[in-house]
């Protein structure tokens, strides 16, 4: 009797272990799973010099191309480049070639020189009579037009140019007068109104910008 006792008891002792060693073996078990393919943008950046005013630096040379700032563009035209130093304003095709054109940016005091210091640039797409430039046509005749491209100068002025106006000199001529603060303007954003309404450029005076002036 004492054995068969002792039989059972090893018996019931082998299958507690049995199942506790199941309950372990079947524990969670993390693992690492593989994820689909990533298509990721590559962090490498190939830097092409288009123009520059030192010899050997871009695939292109422009003496004028001095300390540039502001760039703008005409639907389907070249890129105008407000060149600060340089005291012009100088044009570029897509691959940095120059073109022919090189427009002369006056102070105020000296409307033939070269003296300007072009900041901003802007196409001017505001109404026919905003930003007029005066002086002669092609014919010897004085004409007040609307200027295509408008500049900001350090001085505070803020000068334009139309072809149809001095097209001998390429000069661009004062639209607005300096300003009483003597600001310095730098971006020179450009505002229009409602059809039919003035348009509007402002200065920022040490870099930041200036609400526009409602006209309408």
Same mark, same amino acid.
């Given at each position: ?98 073109? +022919?054109?090189?427009? !002369? ?5 000296? %409307? $033939? =020189?070269?003296?300007?210091? /072009?900041?901003? #640039? ?71 109104? +409602?059809?039919?309404? !003035? ?5 920022? %005076? $040490? =870099?930041?910008?200036?609400? /526009?002036?409602? #006209?309408?």
């Amino acid at each position: 009797m004492r054995g068969l006792m002792r039989s059972l008891g090893k018996m019931v002792s082998t299958s507690s272990s049995r199942r506790s060693r199941s309950r372990r073996g079947s524990a969670y078990c993390p693992s690492l799973e593989c994820l689909e393919g990533r298509c990721l943008l590559s962090g490498n950046v190939l830097q092409t010099n288009l123009v520059s005013d030192l010899p050997g630096v871009a695939a292109n040379l422009d003496s004028h191309l001095v300390n540039p700032w502001g760039i703008a563009t005409a639907p389907g035209g070249p890129f105008w480049v407000s060149d600060n130093n340089a005291g012009v304003s100088t044009l570029y095709d897509t691959s940095g070639m120059p073109q +022919k054109l090189v427009v !002369s940016i006056p102070i105020p005091g000296d %409307p $033939t =020189g070269t003296s300007g210091t /072009p900041t901003g #640039t802007v196409f001017n797409i505001g109404p026919a009579n905003s930003f007029e430039v005066t002086g002669f046509n092609g014919a010897g005749n004085s004409v007040s037009v609307k200027s295509v491209f408008l500049f900001a100068t350090e001085d505070g002025t803020i000068v334009g140019w139309n072809p149809g106006v001095n097209p001998v000199t390429n000069r661009a001529l004062t639209a607005s007068s300096p300003s009483t603060n003597r600001a310095i303007t730098s971006p020179s954003p450009i505002r229009t109104s +409602k059809p039919g309404r !003035s348009s509007k450029a402002w200065p920022s %005076p $040490t =870099g930041r910008l200036r609400r /526009p002036i409602r #006209t309408d």
